[in-house]
């Protein structure tokens, strides 16, 4: 793995965010609203080159004492992975788990809402997110793991859409703080 200073992946993150997942157009976001930005994270967070420098920028923003990572799928399949595995090649926390939210229960088996090794009950999880405009979808996997007995209380996404406050808004209501590495400008 390459080591990289902080600003040096913070400029590389932002060429490639730029480059494969912003467009300028007109757009519906997931949220209903419309835009004229729109960004889509997969491009980068698919790529090698992209999640290595997310996942290091992201595992900067999780606290010592986390004992998982998660995120509701499919935007933070990729994260939830990426900062696990780079966790363990740092040693600094080679025992973060990765854990995958489902939009609704398996449907069959164990009827799972979340996969992966869960920690004991009572750890404390910290959700990924890909984009946040509402940080709505965020949020359902906060409730979601603390329903399973889980302390959720940060959100880290790449991109904050900047649309209001209505993220933070939506973050302070649920008791949950909201960490960005981009503000939407920082892309246009």
């Not at 090649?89 to 449907?107: F, N, T």
């Amino acid at each position: 793995m390459r080591q990289v200073t902080h600003d040096i992946m913070r400029q590389e993150l932002l060429i490639l965010l730029k480059k494969y997942a912003y467009k300028k157009g007109s757009f519906t976001l997931s949220s209903g609203k419309h835009s004229e930005h729109y960004v889509n994270c997969k491009p980068v967070t698919l790529n090698g080159e992209g999640i290595n420098v997310v996942s290091n920028m992201l595992l900067e923003c999780i606290e010592p004492d986390v004992k998982a990572v998660a995120g509701l799928t499919m935007g933070a399949d990729p994260l939830v992975t990426g900062v696990a595995m780079t966790a363990y090649l740092s040693v600094s926390s080679p025992d973060l788990e990765a854990l995958i939210v489902r939009k609704k229960p398996k449907g069959y088996g164990t009827n799972k809402w979340v996969e992966g090794n869960l920690p004991p009950k009572g750890s404390k999880i910290t959700v990924l997110e890909d984009v946040v405009t509402t940080a709505n979808s965020s949020i359902q996997a906060v409730v979601r793991l603390r329903e399973l007995g889980y302390v959720v209380d940060r959100i880290i996404t790449i991109v904050d859409r900047q649309d209001g406050r209505e993220a933070y808004n939506n973050c302070e209501s649920a008791n949950v703080d909201l960490i960005s590495l981009y503000q939407l400008n920082e892309l246009f």
